[in-house]
């Protein structure tokens, strides 16, 4: 069954059509990963998908079309996503932040200093609740940042460049926890990422756009060695 289906999307900015006619569909509970050059619409993608901008084309979630949407109608549909560049409130505690990002959720009947609880376990935030999040660095305030998307009880998950500027150990404790966020919770997940390596590792399938449009989509091991993808993409030193 598709959790998402995405039909002949397109978000122009005056003259440049930054997503350009895109449609793919996400299965319940795989990991969808996306791919390809600086500026080729992935986070503006992203920013249609959740709300953020008007756009033409549908948004389907779980059957029913989710077009034209607010932020917080899309997040109470029950999608949550991450931002590139951490967004928190940087003067507000982990625990602060996460209440904020709980609260925003409203679901009837959860306990949110339960389910926040729960979720400072789950990512591996325990111990640091109380620190100023502008004290944290930048792994932890990416763990932030998913933890509070965690809070709304999401079914679909999308992240966009979860891993930028972290280490090699921090990005392998980074595929762990989303792999569990996958498998032990079933919440399905779309990532945005360069790093060929993790994106390959962790994803069932694999689309690759360019300039707004989808130029192949399919398993990461094939779409890898299609000639179009080494050549509008990999051939040049992104993940060298
Ligand atoms: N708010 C905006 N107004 C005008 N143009 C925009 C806006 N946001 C993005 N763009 C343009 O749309 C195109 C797609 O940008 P987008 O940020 O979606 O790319 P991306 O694939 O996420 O790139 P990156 O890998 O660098 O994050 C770019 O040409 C960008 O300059
Ligand atoms: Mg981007």
Known sequence: ???????????????LAAVDRLSFEVKDGEVFGIAGPNGSGKTTLFNSITGFYRYTGDVVFEGKSIAGLRPHQ??????????????L????????????????????????????????????????????????????????????????????????????????????DFLEIFKKINKELGITLVVIEHLMKFLTEISDRLM????????????????????????????GGVNA
């Open 208 to 235: 690759i756009i360019h300039d707004g449009s989808r130029i192949a989509l399919g398993l990461p091991k094939e779409v890898t060695q299609e000639k179009n993808v080494i050549d509008v993409y990999l051939g």
């Open 74 to 87: 899309v997040c109470h549909r029950g999608i949550a996503r991450t931002f590139q560049v951490p967004q």
């Open 1 to 15: 069954m598709n959790i998402l289906e995405v039909k002949n999307l397109t978000q122009r900015f005056g003259e």
């Open 89 to 172: 409130f940087l003067t507000m505690t982990v625990l602060k932040n996460l209440q904020v990002g709980a609260h925003f959720s409203k679901r009837h009947g959860v306990n949110e200093d339960d389910n926040i609880a729960e979720i400072v376990d789950f990512v591996g935030l325990h111990g640091k609740e109380n620190i100023v999040t502008s004290h944290l660095n930048l792994y932890d305030q990416k763990l932030t940042m998913l933890a509070n998307a965690m809070t709304t009880k999401p079914k679909l998950l999308m992240v966009d460049e979860p891993i930028g500027g972290l280490s090699p150990t921090e990005t392998k």
